[in-house]
């Protein structure tokens, strides 16, 4: 890391993350509508508080629980998604057994094949995206409608993050489960799929890996029942609620974090 940024600096985190995506972009990873839509999570993630809230991990639980019990999990990745979390992505699908598959809304084979070296340099095998079979997600006309037939085309589960809901919408009427995460409890995608992980992409992910761990040689029919007792509404309703009290309390007090 060549970032001049003192880890004493209260925003330290953060101020990492923007320099990461900033790399990412000159690097031709990142696209500037991405850079766009960072800042828009990052907002929700200030509201939030920064952190992992019970409603997050619980959604995050079942993803796993759901991964870990599919036919075919996959593992959808975008240019902010990989430059954000690249490691922990490599991590979470090995330890799944979910395939790795590079879709991209602003597709170019090059900008694909970037992606996938920077997640081969993290120890991905078999990154889907450059060189497969192609098939069209019905109903999805965008660039993302194109995926690999041995991957998300034939896939029974998807994670996806930092999402276009109009995808989200076609992979569930393409009759496949969906996980997002997304900040935004608000938006289409949020609102579309199965579960929603209203979390920082790179902080859930690394839940993911932990919960993973616990998981991993858990009985089927413990994983079926955290599926099973999953609630979307519920969790969305506990986002929605968080965000209303934590601006209650600024409106009330004037602050929404107390400075020592």
Same mark, same amino acid.
């Given at each position: 890391?060549?970032?001049?940024?003192?880890?004493?600096?209260?925003?330290?985190?953060?101020?990492?993350?923007?320099?990461?995506?900033?790399?990412?972009?000159?690097?031709?990873?990142?696209?500037?509508?991405?850079?766009?839509?960072?800042?828009?999570?990052?907002?929700?993630?200030?509201?939030?508080?920064?952190?992992?809230?019970?409603?997050?991990?619980?959604?995050?639980?079942?993803?796993?629980?759901?991964? &870990? %019990?599919? #036919?075919?999990?996959?593992?959808? @990745?975008? *240019?902010?998604?990989?430059?954000? $979390?690249?490691? /922990?992505?490599? !991590?979470?699908?090995?330890?799944?057994?979910?395939?790795?598959?590079?879709?991209?809304?602003?597709?170019?084979?090059?900008?694909?094949?970037?992606?996938?070296? &920077? %997640?081969? #340099?993290?120890?991905?095998?078999? @990154?889907? *995206?450059?060189?497969?079979?192609? $098939?069209?997600? /019905?109903?999805? !006309?965008?660039?993302?409608?194109?995926?690999?037939?041995?991957?998300?085309?034939?896939?029974?589960?998807?994670?996806?993050?930092?999402?276009?809901?109009?995808?989200?919408?076609?992979?569930?009427?393409?009759?496949?489960?969906?996980?997002?995460?997304?900040?935004?409890?608000?938006?289409?995608?949020?609102?579309?799929?199965?579960?929603?992980?209203?979390?920082?992409?790179?902080?859930?992910?690394?839940?993911?890996?932990?919960?993973?761990?616990?998981?991993?040689?858990?009985?089927?029919?413990?994983?079926?029942?955290?599926?099973?007792?999953?609630?979307?509404?519920?969790?969305?309703?506990?986002?929605?609620?968080?965000?209303?009290?934590?601006?209650?309390?600024?409106?009330?007090?004037?602050?929404?974090?107390?400075?020592?």
């Amino acid at each position: 890391m060549h970032w001049d940024i003192p880890r004493s600096h209260p925003r330290y985190e953060s101020l990492v993350v923007r320099e990461k995506l900033v790399e990412a972009f000159i690097d031709g990873i990142v696209v500037p509508q991405g850079l766009i839509a960072h800042g828009r999570g990052e907002a929700f993630d200030y509201i939030l508080g920064e952190r992992s809230h019970p409603f997050a991990l619980v959604a995050e639980e079942t993803t796993v629980a759901s991964m &870990l %019990l599919a #036919r075919k999990p996959v593992i959808s @990745v975008n *240019g902010n998604y990989a430059a954000l $979390a690249a490691r /922990e992505i490599v !991590e979470l699908a090995k330890l799944t057994g979910a395939l790795v598959e590079v879709n991209l809304f602003y597709r170019t084979e090059e900008r694909v094949a970037k992606i996938a070296r &920077l %997640l081969e #340099r993290e120890g991905a095998q078999n @990154v889907l *995206g450059v060189g497969c079979e192609k $098939a069209q997600i /019905e109903g999805l !006309e965008s660039p993302r409608g194109i995926v690999c037939r041995d991957g998300i085309y034939t896939a029974d589960f998807i994670l996806v993050a930092i999402e276009d809901g109009d995808r989200t919408q076609a992979l569930r009427k393409a009759g496949k489960m969906v996980a997002a995460i997304d900040l935004n409890p608000f938006s289409r995608t949020a609102q579309t799929a199965h579960i929603t992980i209203v979390d920082e992409a790179r902080r859930a992910t690394k839940n993911m890996i932990e919960i993973a761990l616990k998981l991993g040689e858990a009985k089927r029919s413990k994983l079926e029942e955290i599926v099973k007792n999953y609630d979307n509404r519920k969790v969305l309703a506990e986002a929605f609620k968080t965000i209303m009290m934590r601006l209650s309390e600024a409106t009330e007090k004037g602050v929404i974090m107390e400075i020592p």
